[in-house]
């Protein structure tokens, strides 16, 4: 990009939200000086495949993702400390100072913890997930803490390493993200693949060193070789404490265009957008690749750059199913059914939303993300 168009551009975050802004931006037409910060020492690579393919497959290779050709500068392995947004600089935990004209704020999220015992195993990075699975060689037993997606991928993948493992879930496991028609669905699955669930209001993590134990509301302890938390994550915002864009709970809310200001966009697992349910975090894989696409070219060429127009996309792969679902989540209600029925599947669903809009869900169904795409309209 030549003539008024910014010189320098700084990316600061390199999962798929920092990746897939930096390849818009050149898409874009932006030919300035791009730089990546990181703080893995590792290229950007697939989150979502830590829970699933990798945890069980021969190949190793399932979490790397296409050489990128943006042609950045790649700094690895440093942690943004500060940014100043009037001299238009980035700090990193090296001293290094980076100037900028335009950046991107794609630091992501960590796994929240129930203690600092590091025999409590979180799962949100690459190093973790090679550490659980070289645990699970031995066939351990596991107690998983946390019923919400990634809790029971964990759960499902332990299962099937040959582990005998106790998923404890502040009520009906999945039932928060997916409502309790599919959260049944996969209950039932994971039961009858022989996982013990426990239900409690509350838990803590308790132990020594690289013991630790599940302690369950009313005082029952749950002992096992491995525990495993899952309850969340925590947006890596404390670098910008000093900035005014954090907002409560950590998150940094976006316009339409992913946008703070003209010279700085947020996206990813930080970010809170607009939605038809208001300013919400879609801590989602697809999410922050739209997300990215949009805020790179606002970013070059403003509202002229076309606005968000988000309809989430979250698949999960856990005890034998696969789920494909395009919409906002939760659903209430039972679905209608497109094709199949109840108690089997594969099977094609679909949700109606009082204000006209929808949801459709794949399970075990094959089927082109388009046309399911299609079917969340009220005339489909």
């Not at 204000?355 to 969340?376: E, K, W």
């Amino acid at each position: 990009m030549s003539g008024a168009g910014p010189a320098r551009v700084v990316v600061v975050g390199n999962g798929i939200a920092g990746l897939t802004a930096a390849d818009t931006l050149r898409e874009a037409g932006f030919d300035g000086e791009l730089t990546i910060v990181g703080d893995e020492p590792h290229p950007a690579y697939s989150r979502p495949a830590l829970s699933k393919a990798l945890l069980l497959d021969d190949d190793l290779t399932s979490h790397e993702l296409p050489p990128s050709g943006h042609g950045a500068t790649e700094i690895l392995g440093v942690r943004a400390t500060g940014l100043n947004l009037g001299r238009r600089l980035v700090t990193l935990d090296d001293g290094t100072a980076l100037p900028y004209d335009r950046v991107v704020l794609a630091t992501g999220s960590r796994a929240r913890r129930l203690s600092a015992l590091p025999g409590e195993l979180t799962l949100r990075g690459l190093d973790d997930a090679l550490r659980l699975r070289g645990r699970l060689a031995a066939g351990p037993s596991v107690v998983v803490v946390g019923g919400g997606p990634l809790g029971m991928e964990i759960a499902s993948g332990c299962l099937a390493a040959g582990c005998r493992v106790t998923l404890v879930s502040q009520g009906v496991p999945l039932s928060v993200q997916l409502g309790p028609y599919l959260a049944g669905v996969f209950v039932r699955a994971a039961l009858d693949l022989g996982l013990t669930l426990v239900e409690t209001g509350s838990a803590c993590v308790e132990g020594a060193g690289n013991s630790a134990r599940a302690v369950l509301e009313g005082g029952t302890v749950l002992e096992a070789d491995l525990l495993v938390s899952a309850v969340g994550d925590i947006p890596n915002t404390e670098w910008l404490a000093n900035t005014g864009l954090v907002s409560r709970g950590g998150v940094i809310p976006v316009d339409a265009w992913g946008l703070v200001r003209p010279d700085v966009a947020a996206v990813g697992d930080l970010a809170a957008l607009p939605t038809p349910y208001g300013l919400r975090r879609l801590p989602l894989w697809s999410s922050a690749i739209e997300q990215a696409k949009t805020a790179a070219r606002a970013l070059l060429h403003g509202e002229d750059a076309p606005p968000l127009r988000l309809q989430p996309y979250f698949w999960t792969e856990q005890f034998g199913l696969r789920l494909k679902a395009v919409g906002f989540l939760p659903l209430e209600g039972e679905p209608a059914y497109v094709d199949g029925g109840p108690g089997g599947e594969p099977a094609l669903m679909r949700w109606s939303h009082a204000d006209g809009s929808g949801a459709a869900v794949a399970l075990n169904y094959r089927i082109p993300i388009p046309r399911l795409r299609r079917m969340t309209r009220a005339d489909s």
